[in-house]
């Protein structure tokens, strides 16, 4: 497989302005038995994104946020990331601009509502998913070790998926793929996806799955 050198970091929706989530409705789970929690998909991608951007940073791994346009240059924290819901054509734009051929990746971090009916949260859908346009080629590749790295977190691996429609897999330019990690409909799974402990576990397995394309020693924390 081909080295990297460059990573690029997306991480899904909104986050919080003055205490108002910036990607209201679908984005959110609001439960409230068997007690009242409420989980904000994009919190935990910006959760489990700066901890991830942290990693690759302390590795000596170029690494670029396409949500805020910039370049990571130490260690970060989710409050210090771009809280605003930016355009889906922005955060492809800017990933675009700073691809560098043969060795650029795209990283978007989400997780996963499906499963949600008027009935409310579900505790029979769990597990992660990689969704990738190809599954062939690096990406692919990538994908696959990133569902087997899920087996070191409490997330259930699922599987590979190619996608075709998902805007940032089908316009960026580089070798690109898109994590679903978990449910938020699942309170277990909610739970663990807001917790410290949980975001870096998936943060690791993110890491952990290119650690080898990257040149690097495996174990930096």
């Given at each position: 497989m ?39 998909e ?43 819901d ?36 579900s ?99």
């Amino acid at each position: 497989m081909a080295a990297i050198d460059r990573v690029i970091v997306d991480y899904g929706h909104g986050g919080m302005i003055d205490g108002e989530y910036q990607t209201p409705g679908a984005k959110q789970y609001n439960f409230t038995e068997p007690e009242e929690f409420t989980i904000y998909e994009g919190v935990f991608n910006r959760g489990t994104a700066s901890k991830f951007m942290s990693l690759l940073v302390r590795a000596g791994v170029e690494t670029y946020d396409c949500v805020s346009g910039k370049y990571v240059v130490d260690s970060i924290d989710t409050l210090s990331l771009e809280q605003a819901d930016i355009s889906l054509s922005q955060r492809v734009a800017n990933a675009n601009r700073e691809n560098k051929s043969g060795s650029t990746i795209f990283v978007s971090i989400h997780a996963n509502a499906i499963g949600m009916d008027i009935k409310g949260p579900s505790l029979n859908v769990r597990g992660a998913s990689v969704f990738v346009y190809k599954a062939s080629g690096l990406s692919g590749d990538i994908a696959r070790n990133l569902i087997a790295e899920y087996g070191n977190t409490q997330l259930r691996p699922r599987n590979v998926v190619e996608n075709q429609s998902f805007y940032v897999l089908r316009k960026t330019a580089m070798p690109a793929l898109l994590s679903e990690n978990g449910f938020f409909v699942n309170i277990d799974e909610a739970k663990y996806l807001m917790s410290e402990a949980g975001q870096w576990d998936i943060a690791r397995a993110h890491y952990d799955s290119i650690k080898d394309l990257l040149g690097i020693a495996p174990n930096i924390v």
